[in-house]
């Protein structure tokens, strides 16, 4: 089993190498905008898919919707970065609004963020299977199972450690920028030499009547709503800060950078190429597909474009392998979360949030089927309340300080926040039917384990800390009643009897028999071998052992009144592990069955066998 890890993970890191895995901005680029950057293969087409409520004549209207969210991606940019200068340890709106605003709320943001992560996932998966299908029609049957083998395959690569998984996922998100880059420029050749003939506000002038009606607005800002997914991960970078090589923050500042003006580009370009085109959604075939299809034909180019983008939006998920084992780390060093959460495995890697976000996505594909579309809906909820409170908690922090720079950034970050908090509200009332109303439900129910969990921790506490007086008045401790559970007499035995003699005189050896014959002989070898032990002999008429052995037991912890009991259990220990399936269990039985009694100490004492 060693071997199998060590082939799949690779040998263990030293902590000292801990300093030396960081990323430059190259590659961190690579893993934290990978998400971001992935979103504008499907963000334009949940614009169309909700503006088709209202009929194509409509579509045109994804062109001011599309400008509208790149001005909030702007805002919430020049926000983030000066959360990245604030909060260099990671975190990101988490941490922000733990120090500067309440308990209550930093959780709210943490389980926000942690559902956003799970669902980059499981969205990002989902999407790069269907730009596959898409392209190859004859793998649909097998979506599902392709996406659970390519969340298994992240798993591994990112258990490897961050420098190494990085290296493999920087030339796909750079193959994906230049391929994208690519097909808005011949794209946008095209549209300028054969004319724009697609969707046309003049010639569909009057749609403009839908939107006279409660109805109509209420579709509009729905397809905002949808087209925010765009923004997914834009705080991947906040929450990664101590990844990047140091300066950490300039380095994720410039980096946050270049992912906005990237990703403004790509979705800008490709909402055009859709309206220009007149690019329909449809149930087989991806947006982006038909503006690939479009601009490059049937050829070679346009396959390659398809594979980029499977490879991509299969790669996006990385953002969150990355950001979301960082996340539950700082929350479970809170106390929050399980402990094992914050430890670093052999790879120098948070393994455990990297197995449970694991586990936790590929749970999601299954219920939903694989299906993007249903998957999108719970997405930006979490996304945009993180956004808000973020930016509520640095709009606090710098109003508290009041430097001299302190009025112009408050304003763009107040902004950011009421913008993103207007996003929060329509994109819960929108899609709240659509499944939003899950993650409303979701986000306090985790509020309510973290609290759970903290409390746990709290009494754990409190009952295990050691005060000097109290312990100094402890009297000394009571010789224990030993009670060894036997089948007969035997080494195994014999071996048990002498440990137990090194911590006791008060010894009793107890055996369960099923016929009342077999007593004469026991007791006959138990004087000859150990005839100054007490033994008790049980008839079980029914032939079970637990019972009679529990009720004595309980039987001994009445009599000796609070006072300390050991169980021995005698164990031979078999050479081949199949030998175990030949051998009765009851040890283990009972072991399950005694550890919750206070005063009892279970040990085993083992009997390795030769062969």
């Known amino acids: 089993m060693a071997s199998v890890k060590r082939l799949l993970i690779g040998s263990p890191m030293e902590t000292k190498r801990l300093k030396h895995e960081k990323l430059p901005k190259w590659k961190a680029l690579a893993v934290f905008s990978s998400d971001a950057l992935s979103s504008v293969a499907y963000a334009t087409e949940e ?10 004549g409509v579509f045109f209207f994804s062109l001011p919707i599309a400008l ?8 919430v940019t020049l926000s983030y970065r000066q959360i990245i200068y604030a909060f260099p340890s990671g975190g990101g709106a988490y ?14 943001a943490g389980a926000a963020l942690m559902i956003d992560y799970l669902l980059t996932v499981a969205v990002s998966i989902s999407s790069g299977v269907a730009a596959l299908t898409s392209a190859f029609p004859s793998l649909l049957p ?64 009057t749609a403009t009547h839908f939107f006279s009606s409660g109805y109509g607005i209420f579709i509009l800002l729905r397809a905002f709503a949808s087209g925010c997914s765009a923004m997914t991960g834009v705080e991947a970078i906040s929450n990664g800060v101590p990844s990047f090589k140091p300066d950490s923050s300039k380095n994720a500042s410039i980096t946050m950078g270049w992912m906005s003006f990237l990703l403004g580009t790509m979705f800008l370009g490709i909402t055009i190429l859709a309206a220009g085109f007149g690019v329909v959604p449809l149930q087989d075939k991806t947006v982006i597909s038909q503006i690939g299809q479009h601009v490059f034909g049937n050829s070679i180019f346009f396959y390659l474009f398809q594979m980029v983008t499977m490879l991509i939006l299969v790669l996006a998920a990385n953002t969150s392998f990355a950001g979301f084992p960082q996340l539950v780390s700082v929350i479970a060093n809170d106390r929050f979360l399980p402990r094992s959460l914050s430890a670093r495995g052999d790879r120098l890697v948070f393994s455990n949030g990297i197995i449970l976000l694991s586990v936790l996505a590929m749970i999601l594909i299954v219920m939903f089927h694989g299906e993007t579309h249903s998957l999108i809906p719970l997405y930006a909820v979490g996304v945009f309340l993180s956004f808000t409170i973020g930016q509520f908690g640095m709009v606090k922090k710098l109003w508290k300080e009041k430097n001299g720079r302190s009025t112009v950034t408050i304003a763009t970050i107040m902004t950011g926040m009421i913008v993103t908090g207007l996003v929060t ?38 009952q295990l800390r050691l005060d000097e007086q109290e312990w100094k008045r402890r009297e000394k401790i009571v010789e224990p009643k030993v009670i060894i559970p036997i089948s007969g007499v035997s080494k195994v035995v014999a071996q048990s009897l002498q440990y137990a003699r090194s911590i006791s005189q008060d010894i009793t050896a107890i055996s369960i028999i099923f016929h009342e014959e077999e007593e004469r002989k026991l007791r006959e070898k138990w004087e000859k071998f150990h005839p100054d032990i007490e033994l008790k002999v049980i008839y079980s008429p029914y032939r079970t052992i637990l019972s009679p052995m529990l009720d004595y037991i309980n039987e001994v912890e009445k009599q000796t009144k609070g006072a300390p009991i050991t169980i021995l259990m005698p164990q031979f220990i078999v050479k081949k592990w199949w030998h175990t399936l030949l051998h009765n269990q009851t040890a283990i039985l009972l072991r399950f069955f005694l550890i919750l009694k206070k005063d009892i100490v279970i040990a085993t004492i083992p009997y390795h066998l030769k062969e």
């Open 142 to 205: 097998w979506k599902v199972d392709i996406a659970l083998a390519l969340v298994l395959l992240l798993m591994i690569l990112n258990l490897r450690g961050i420098t190494e998984s990085a290296t493999v996922f920087a030339y796909p998100t750079y193959l994906f920028i230049i391929s994208v880059l690519v097909l808005i420029a011949v794209g946008g050749w095209q549209l300028w030499h054969e004319g724009w003939h697609g969707f046309n506000y003049q010639e569909h002038a």
């Open 47 to 56: 614009i169309l898919l909700v503006l088709m409520l209202l009929g194509t």
């Open 68 to 75: 509208a969210i790149l001005v909030l991606l702007v805002v």
């Open 425 to 462: 509200i329509i994109t819960v009332v929108a899609k709240f039917t659509q499944g939003a109303w899950l993650v409303m439900i979701s986000i306090p129910l985790l509020v309510v384990l973290f609290y759970k969990i903290r409390a746990h921790y709290d009494k754990l506490g409190e």
């Open 95 to 108: 941490v922000v609004a733990r120090d500067h605003l309440s308990t209550t709320t930093s959780l709210v």
